[in-house]
């Protein structure tokens, strides 16, 4: 199964309620914290259940040829 079809299987959280405000319309610091507390409630649950990230998978590859050298 390649990464795009994994991706696409998986139920991520999705904007909650009203869209956020076009972008010419400038968000007052109320409308801000609202629409931060909305996300924030949308994924406070949620977690990663597949195989770790491409960038830790990295870091480990070069600790493991750092200490491979030494």
């Known amino acids: ?5 994994r991706l696409l299987l998986e139920s ?3 904007r909650p309620g009203r869209p956020p ?3 010419n319309e400038p968000w ?3 409308e ?4 931060w507390a909305e996300l924030c409630e949308a994924i406070r649950d949620w977690q ?3 195989d770790t990230s491409l960038s830790k ?3 480990e590859q070069r600790r ?4 491979e050298a030494a």
């Open 1 to 5: 199964m390649s990464p795009l079809d």
């Open 12 to 14: 991520v959280p999705l």
């Open 21 to 23: 405000k076009p972008a």
């Open 28 to 30: 007052t610091p109320t």
């Open 32 to 35: 801000q914290a609202q629409h």
């Open 48 to 50: 990663w259940d597949d």
């Open 57 to 59: 998978r990295r870091r």
């Open 64 to 67: 493991q040829r750092g200490h």
